[in-house]
């Protein structure tokens, strides 16, 4: 098996080819899922006509606050656990050092880069996060009631990246070599099941959000 | 109470319940065959419209909706009456089973959405994605309804909203007697009381509930001294439909709730009529 990972062909695919099917699913999924759904709704009559701007904005918004919502204040746990976890998620991969050294490489690119010690803090946190949210779903009846496999396999999903990438830096257990490979698959196919997963509600919540916002403006109320 | 006395759920062993008979339920039942059912449900579930397919397809089964139920917190946080256990158990194992489930479990689900669910939007107002989980609710309401799966009073309720446009079988005669008598009931006391049927122009036109001529007639007495001493140009519509109570909406029984909320709009529209003011 290890033979196999560090063989230089499986590393081409995973570094080369791999990274560009990767992002295209990724872009093209997303772009394909979002107008899906909206060409559903343009079809339905009563959804688009209702759609509020100003609404769905302040729905938005209310939601992507920290304890800016009713739900968020009396689940507090619940919403530092989210909050520290998607942020993480999110911010880590965009601004990781490594990234945008290879970035660099190919393109000659670069931005914002975090410190490696707050980088490496921030994918401990998407870790810690992601077996808090396993012991939440296996222990809180109201989440283990409606819990299902694929529950588990797109917690899977955002978990191994960041393992590996972590175990990587520290070069645990696996040579450095074998690990980064492991992580660059790991993070491919992060890529390309969000789009096709309930991952995809990295955008369908700004669309939920915008029909739900809408409604409540509608009955003047709010919906946070 | 032994278990043994409860119902517990084929599929679901945690969905345990005191029996609750119901002829609306019980009998209904007996008439359903797995083809009219599997039928129903791929008709009102139809193509995946895209308010289904948002929730289905954005739905973490986080649980985070379930503080918003008052049937979960009134009953000590019991996760079957979480607003996405109703989903699970009703329209995910629909659509899992591809529509090929049995009378039973309509059953089940009739009780679910009509005797475990107000469909008051609280848990839209607590899903992080703001997820429709009522519209997806009344998405079973009308499947069991096209089913004539009904808990029975409701059923009750809509026949009388079908036949005579006002949930309590009160016929047009009725209606216009009753508004006289109160007319002439209080005039006794205020000579200046009337109780305006059909005035053109009227700024207000007042639509009660249906139980309020029926059964609580001091309603309209008290609503006639409130108008009178307000000084509202207030007027009622004769004609159908004045019971501004929508129960069809409840079943999702589109035909008869369109029936009653356009009547509402015709009689405001013929009476050129400012404000509507309903009895809530």
């Known amino acids: 098996m290890i033979d196999f990972i560090k063989d230089p062909s499986f590393y081409t695919l995973v570094r080369g080819p791999l990274v560009w099917i990767a992002f295209l699913i990724f872009a093209g999924g997303s772009v394909y899922k979002i107008r899906e759904l909206y060409l559903l709704a343009k079809g339905e009559k009563a959804v688009l006509p209702f759609i509020d701007g100003k609404a769905t904005l302040r729905s938005i918004l209310h939601w992507l606050i920290p304890f800016a919502s009713r739900n968020w204040r009396i689940r507090w746990p619940v919403t530092i656990l989210t909050f520290v976890f998607h942020i993480c998620l999110v911010v880590t991969p965009l601004f990781l050092l490594a990234h945008n050294v290879l970035l660099n490489e190919s393109w000659g690119i670069t931005w914002f880069s975090l410190p490696e010690g707050v980088a490496d803090i921030m994918t401990l946190l998407v870790i810690v996060s992601c077996i808090a949210f396993l012991m939440r779903r296996m222990f809180a ?32 257990l696996l040579p450095y070599k074998a690990m980064v ?3 660059m698959l790991f993070g491919e196919i992060m890529l390309m099941t969000i789009p096709f997963t309930r991952l995809g509600h990295m955008f369908y919540f700004f669309m939920t959000r915008s029909w739900m916002g809408s409604q409540f403006a509608l009955w003047h109320s709010k919906d946070w | ?46 193509g995946r419209s895209a308010r289904i397919k948002a929730v289905l397809e954005t739905c973490i089964h986080c649980g985070l909706c379930s503080k918003a139920c008052q049937w979960y ?96 079988w009160l016929s047009q005669n009725d209606w216009l007697d009753t508004m006289q008598w109160q007319e002439e009931e209080v005039g006794a006391d205020f000579k ?41 140009d207030w007027t ?45």
């Open chain 2, 1 to 46: 109470m032994a278990v043994k006395d409860k119902i517990v759920s084929r599929e679901f062993p945690e969905y345990i319940r005191e029996p609750n008979p119901d002829v609306g339920l019980d009998e209904s039942i007996k008439e359903l065959t797995p083809e009219k059912i599997e039928k129903t449900i791929k008709a009102v579930l139809g």
């Open chain 2, 73 to 168: 917190l009134s009953n000590d946080e019991d996760p079957t009456y979480a607003p996405v256990a109703k989903m699970r158990m009703t329209i995910w194992e629909m659509i899992k089973r591809d529509g090929k489930v049995d009378a039973e479990f309509i059953k089940q689900c009739a009780r679910i959405v009509f005797t475990e669910c107000n469909i008051c939007h609280r848990c839209s107002m607590y899903c992080p994605y703001g997820l429709d989980i009522t519209f997806i609710i009344g998405l079973v309401r009308r499947i069991c309804f096209v089913l004539g799966v009904v808990p029975q009073r409701m059923m009750d309720q809509d026949h009388a909203h079908a036949t005579t446009l006002n949930q309590v």
């Open chain 2, 236 to 280: 009622i519509p004769g004609p159908d439909v004045w019971d501004s109570s929508n129960m069809p909406m409840f079943l999702r029984d589109f035909v008869t709730m369109q029936r009653i909320v356009r009547g509402l709009y015709e009689n405001a529209a013929r009476l050129r009529i400012k404000k509507m003011v309903l009895t809530e």
């Open chain 1, 181 to 183: 490979i492991l992580h």
């Open chain 2, 192 to 232: 200046d009381l009337r109780i305006p049927i059909d005035k053109e122009g009227a700024e207000v036109m007042w639509l009660p509930l249906g139980a309020e001529p029926k059964t609580g007639i001091y309603h309209v007495e008290r609503t006639a001294k409130l108008m009178m001493a307000a000084g509202v």
């Open chain 1, 141 to 172: 009846p109201e989440v283990k009631f409606v819990s299902f496999p694929t529950d588990y396999l797109i917690l899977a999903i955002s978990f191994f990246p960041f393992l590996t990438g972590y175990m990587a830096y520290h070069q645990w």
